[in-house]
């Protein structure tokens, strides 16, 4: 079954109960019994609702995973499955990773006496001398956020092996259309589906995806516990979404293969981040392991002096944080996504005041090119 057909008829996209044609929006926090004493499929939302359960089935899906699980946010999905870790643990997470995670593991792990580093994940050298005895959990995010830096995904997986450590991936800005994580030996894969999976930016959810019942049975008692459990509309709203994910992201790595030749090129940019342009770093890992670079790039212009005026100029992509959308949006990562970390712990990552990052949407890539000149201009 090809990828947009999978979308459309791979998972429950009619109601079992009615037929419709669309999952219903079952708006309810509880059920009715039945009888007393005898054990039905939904008893309370906080537990399982059949929208939610319809997305997680189409998580399993996506995911080529044996468990779903849907969240409230990225953040939620995230902080759950760093919620593994006990008081005496160590775990690692590559210096450039999400501001949120950087902030939940630099600031909310170490009061539940839990240790952290941060490292070149890119580097197997620097992963080796990072593990102490108490290390239990390596944290991937390739390509990262925002510098687009590549993480060899099967090495990282061997390291872990041999050290019986768990791995959790972040997958956001590939998506599995375009990379999967748990294919590749992953334990546990996070995405925000506020992003690319959802695609209209009118949706904040997350999704937990892995093969492993023990720790699924672990996430679902979290799951229901913790209760950051994904509202009923943003379920639907997040199915309705994924239907066109396969088309829309076919568009908006075309455009984002086509932008980041642009701007390379330009001589008012000084460098562009994207996996699969000539020069990156780390190309063919990104290659061995991914189908293409996704759509999310990121740029420096020469001269930080002219950053407000090129965002006042711009006429077509929207300025704005969050990424995935169907319409293209520049954000400046040192005041939005990165702001929660200080200037030296940005300057460490290397997200600087002059970088600039942009999801690529499926506007018609002429028109982008031709705004994105005018405003350099």
Not at 114 to 143: G, R, V
Not at 191 to 202: L, Q, R, V, W, Y
Not at 277 to 292: I, R, Y
Not at 361 to 366: C, L, P, Y
């Amino acid at each position: 079954m090809g990828t947009n057909t999978e979308l459309l008829h791979g998972y429950p996209v009619v109601d079992p109960y009615t037929g419709a044609a669309s999952i219903p929006k079952y708006q309810t926090s509880t059920f009715n019994q039945q009888a007393s004493g005898e054990h039905q499929e939904y008893s309370y939302t906080r537990f399982g609702n059949p929208t939610v359960s319809a997305l997680e089935e189409a998580i399993k899906k996506l995911e080529h995973a044996a468990y779903g699980l849907a969240f409230s946010s990225g953040m939620a999905a995230i902080s759950n499955v760093l919620m593994l870790l006990k008081a005496g643990d160590h775990a690692i997470f590559p210096h450039e990773v999400y501001g949120g995670t950087c902030q939940f593991a630099g600031e909310i792990l170490p009061n539940y006496g839990i240790e952290t580093s941060f490292i070149d994940m890119s580097s197997i050298e620097e992963l080796e001398a990072a593990i102490q005895e108490n290390t239990k959990l390596i944290y991937i995010e390739t390509p990262s956020n925002p510098l687009l830096k590549v993480s060899d995904i099967k090495k990282i997986v061997q390291v872990a092996a041999k050290h019986k450590l768990l791995t959790v991936a972040d997958n956001t800005f590939m998506t599995p259309l375009n990379q999967r994580p748990l294919d590749l030996g992953v334990d546990l894969v996070v995405e925000s589906m506020t992003k690319f999976i959802n695609g209209h930016s009118d949706v904040v959810a997350g999704l937990i995806a892995t093969n492993d019942t023990r720790l699924y049975e672990k996430l679902y008692l979290f799951q229901k516990n913790f209760g950051g459990i994904l509202g009923i509309e943003e379920a639907w709203l997040v199915l309705r979404g994924m239907k066109t994910l396969g088309l829309r992201m076919a568009k908006s790595v075309e455009n984002a293969e086509k932008l980041a030749e642009f701007l390379s090129q330009h001589p008012k940019v000084s460098k562009v981040y994207y996996p699969s342009l000539a020069g990156h770093d780390n190309a063919t890992v990104q290659k061995s392991q991914a189908k293409n670079g996704g759509a999310v790039l990121s740029f420096e212009l020469k001269d930080e002096a002219d950053l407000e005026k090129f965002i006042k100029n711009m006429k077509v992509p929207i300025y704005a944080v969050s990424l995935g959308g169907v319409e293209t949006i520049i954000s400046h990562p040192a005041s939005m996504s990165h702001a929660c970390l200080t200037a030296e712990e940005r300057a460490e990552q290397g997200v600087t005041d002059g970088l600039l990052r942009m999801s690529c949407g499926i506007e018609d890539v002429e028109d982008l090119l031709a705004d994105l000149e005018q405003a350099l201009k």
